[in-house]
């Protein structure tokens, strides 16, 4: 079961989380960019069933699996350094932190949608979610949040499957994955401040 949480983490998750990023980064090209970025991954063949099989079904699990590990894990003192520790301890508070941080984005966005109050999620209504500085403030943390679960999920992914078993494999890993979380941390907020 940890292995399949681990996987679907990076696939199709983490793989979701960057084309989100990105789709979104589209913003700071303009509200017409971001709008046709947008209406294109709304109405992809057989969108539904991409959302509930390659995104929602995962990401629940993903999140329901991962909260009972925050509360059932046990640190490592003797295994692993005292930064790796902290980084551990990282993941499963930031894993708490998005199961709210994502269900507020998906009500916000996607739900509004479905429920008719918006014809779709568009700049307007990121605009309008973004223009309070407490929203603003709160998808900052969560964008910062997502990345960084994701790079040291990452990490630990390399591990848990075996890739990364010697200590100068998992320090290499280590630069990689921070790489991958300033990128992407750039990318989700340029993308948050374009719409403000």
């Known amino acids: 079961m940890r292995r399949l949480h ?32 947008s209406h294109f991954m709304a109405n992809l063949p057989f969108v539904i069933f991409l959302e509930i099989f390659v995104i929602y079904l995962p990401l629940m699990y993903h999140a329901f699996y991962g909260v009972y590990i925050a509360f059932t894990s046990k640190h490592n003192p003797g295994k692993y350094s005292y930064m790796r520790n902290i980084l551990f301890v990282a993941q499963r508070f930031t894993g708490i932190f998005l199961v709210v941080f994502i269900a ?33 403030a709160f998808y900052i943390v969560g964008v910062t949040a997502a990345t ?15 890739i ?20 992407l941390t750039i990318i989700g907020i340029r993308a948050l401040l374009a719409f403000v």
Do not use: C
């Open 148 to 162: 960084f679960h994701l790079a040291n999920g990452f990490w630990s992914f390399l591990v848990t499957w075996g």
């Open 104 to 136: 507020w984005h998906v009500f916000e966005t996607r739900f509004q949608v479905a429920i008719g109050n918006a014809a779709e999620a568009d700049f307007n209504m990121m605009e309008n979610i973004l223009s309070n500085p407490l929203m603003l």
């Open 164 to 183: 990364t078993q010697s200590e100068k494999s998992q320090r290499m890993a280590s630069y990689f994955t921070l790489l991958v979380f300033v990128v």
């Open 6 to 37: 681990s996987l679907l983490g990076i696939i199709p998750v983490g793989l979701f989380l960057t084309q989100h990023l990105i789709v979104n980064h589209f913003a700071t090209q303009g509200e017409a960019a971001f709008n046709k970025a």
